[in-house]
């Protein structure tokens, strides 16, 4: 059971390129948005989609390769965990965000037509 706690699991299209860097201990870092999809009808039998937004960071040999193959508009699965940090921006404020470490990804299509 504990390879059900805090698993992500998302398969959805890139709203931009990644951006990898490579850090000071030689480390690499992919940074991505991902956009998830569903759609359904309402009351009215009016089709709605409603987009959610993610921001997924990869680490290691798993950044190299999202950076190397990824590109906006792929469709990619993803499986990870959510991770939620504090930090202090440029001018001082104290800000949170929740990001998706990736652990793996899967590229499933090409761009969206």
Known sequence: ?????????????LGAQPETKTLANGNAMTRFN???????KNDKGERITETQWHTL?????????AGKFLEKGK??????KLVS????????????????VVND????GGKAN
């Not at 059971?1 to 299209?13: A, D, E, F, H, W």
């Not at 921006?89 to 990001?99: L, W």
């Not at 990804?105 to 499933?108: E, H």
Request: avoid cysteine; charged fraction near 25%.
């Open 75 to 80: 469709e990619v699965a993803i499986e990870g």
């Open 57 to 65: 960071v990869a680490w290691g040999k798993t950044a190299e390769i």
């Open 34 to 40: 991902l956009a998830t999809s569903e759609s359904y």
């Open 1 to 13: 059971m504990n390879s059900l706690r805090n698993r992500v699991l998302l398969i959805g299209r």
């Open 85 to 100: 940090r504090n930090y202090t921006d440029k001018d001082g404020n104290k800000r949170g965000i929740t990001e998706i």
């Open 105 to 108: 990804l899967l590229l499933i």
